[in-house]
């Protein structure tokens, strides 16, 4: 089973900093079955991005999202103040088997 | 519009079972994969499984295995799922999703969660 590893734990920034989250994987994995989410406090989960890179529908383009093999990222461009939240990669392993990361707090500083 | 709406908190005791039960409307229900996950209190999300709502095939993580049950009622276009054995650690947030098939091109195909129920909120207190 892949293990994904997010870091750091909480990421303390101003709005309108660049916010840069860490996803790494126990082994290497396809690049179209990493994906990102944010939540928010009370909230069910918001898939932002798919296939390692690619948007979903409405999501703003400060986000974006890269990397291949073991190591991915989540890049926040310019955060504005209703992106501070917490922020999980997920993976889809063979027969759909899905693993999360542990998650990334993005605060207020 | 897509909806996924789950039914009311729960209250069990030790040992009992619990069954959540998820709604959808606004999409082909049967065209879809819906996926399970829960959130103990202030923690990660963990998956359980999904049911493949054509079907009716599952697939289970290895820790639930022999605990929960899931089944979906193409009728009422409601899926559901049912832990039993519960135990004081699986207080959580449960939620249904939708899992969606992003095709990219070149017969590769991306899957996510685009779609959220609100959540079930199941406590296990004696």
């Known amino acids: 089973e892949i293990v994904l590893t997010q870091s750091p734990g909480t990421l303390s920034l101003s709005p309108g900093e660049r916010a840069t989250l860490s996803c790494r994987a126990s082994?290497?994995?396809?690049?179209?079955?990493l994906a990102w989410y944010q939540q928010k406090p009370g909230q069910a989960p918001r898939l932002l991005i798919y296939?390692?890179?690619r948007r979903a529908p409405g999501i703003p383009d400060r986000f974006s999202g890269s990397g291949s093999g073991t190591d991915f990222t989540l890049t926040i461009s310019r955060l504005e103040p209703e992106d501070f939240a917490v922020f999980f990669c997920?993976?889809?392993?063979?027969?759909?088997?899905?693993?999360f990361g542990g998650g990334t707090k993005v605060e207020i500083k | 519009q897509v909806q996924l709406v789950q039914s009311g908190a729960e209250v069990k005791k030790p040992g009992a079972s619990v069954k959540v039960s998820c709604k959808a409307s606004?999409?082909?229900?049967?065209?879809?994969?819906l996926q399970w996950v829960r959130q103990a209190p202030g923690q990660g999300l963990e998956w359980i499984g999904w049911?493949?709502?054509?079907?009716?095939?599952?697939k289970y993580a290895q820790r639930f295995q022999g605990r929960v049950t899931m089944t979906r009622d193409t009728s009422i276009n409601t899926a559901s799922m049912e832990l039993t054995r519960v135990r004081s650690d699986d207080t959580a947030m449960y939620y249904c999703?939708?899992?969606?098939?992003?095709?990219?091109?070149?017969?590769?195909?991306?899957?996510?969660?685009?779609?959220w129920g609100q959540g079930t909120l199941v406590t296990v207190s004696s």
């Open positions: 999703a939708r899992e969606e098939d992003f095709y990219l091109g070149g017969g590769t195909f991306s899957f996510a969660f685009d779609r």
């Open positions: 606004g999409y082909t229900f049967t065209d879809y994969y």
């Open positions: 049911i493949n709502c054509k079907n009716g095939i599952t």
């Open positions: 082994q290497g994995i396809i690049n179209s079955y």
């Open positions: 296939g390692t890179s």
């Open positions: 997920q993976h889809f392993g063979s027969s759909r088997a899905v693993t």
